[in-house]
């Protein structure tokens, strides 16, 4: 079911000449920087939004309970807000290695707060990737994550740090909120 996309990545050798590369996180790349990085600044992206439509096999789930994480969906007008990460290429071997159930890098410009702009990376998984789940409720969306579990740890864990994140940015996206919303309901229903 998973599909390993880090030969595919390897291709990508644009930004491989030079001395450093802005990445931009704006899933678990927001709260878990498990690599070194010269820089980080919020920064956002246009056109895109954020949604739970990725399966998780290897990370929040396993391949018969895929967990769902995040990836981006094209939408025209929207801004994503998350972190700019500057790394040096040869990062993008660990990075290739964590983002391999379906994502891809795509080169893209971000913009910082103070209004200046970069070009960079970003990983996005797209419709056609083998462990894509695509749309579903968000009341549905908190159902799988509330009891999806993967090496990694609970798919819940990463929902609750996205929005935590997000919230630490001062960033609304109300999908996120929507489904951390639906998430809390369950298991405070749980626990009574
Ligand atoms: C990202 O964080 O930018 C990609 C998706 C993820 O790893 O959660």
Redesign the pocket.
């Known amino acids: 079911m998973s599909l390993n996309t880090i030969a595919i990545n390897r291709l990508m050798d644009r930004f491989d000449s030079h001395d450093s590369v802005w990445l ?7 709260f878990k920087a498990d690599f070194p990085f010269i820089e980080r600044r919020p920064a956002s992206i246009q056109g895109w939004s954020r949604r739970f439509w ?1 399966g998780s096999h290897d990370h929040r789930g396993t391949e018969n309970a895929p967990g769902r ?3 981006l969906v094209p939408d025209e007008g929207a801004t994503c807000h ?1 972190m700019a990460y500057l790394v040096t290429p040869e990062e993008f071997a660990h990075l290739d290695h ?2 391999k159930n379906g ?1 891809l890098r795509l080169a893209t410009e971000m913009r910082f707060e103070d209004g200046s702009a970069a070009e960079g990376i ?2 996005i ?1 797209t419709v056609d990737n083998a462990a894509y789940l695509g749309p579903a409720s968000e009341e549905d969306i908190a159902r799988q994550i509330a009891t999806a579990r993967g090496p990694s740890g609970p798919n819940s864990e ?1 929902l609750l740090a ?1 929005a935590q994140a997000l919230r630490e940015l001062g960033k609304h996206d109300g999908h996120v909120q929507a489904i951390e919303r639906h998430l809390l309901a369950f298991t405070g229903a749980a626990q009574r």
């Open positions: 931009f996180g704006y899933g678990s790349l927001i990725q994480v995040v990836t998350g964590r983002e994502y970003v990983y998984a990463y996205l």
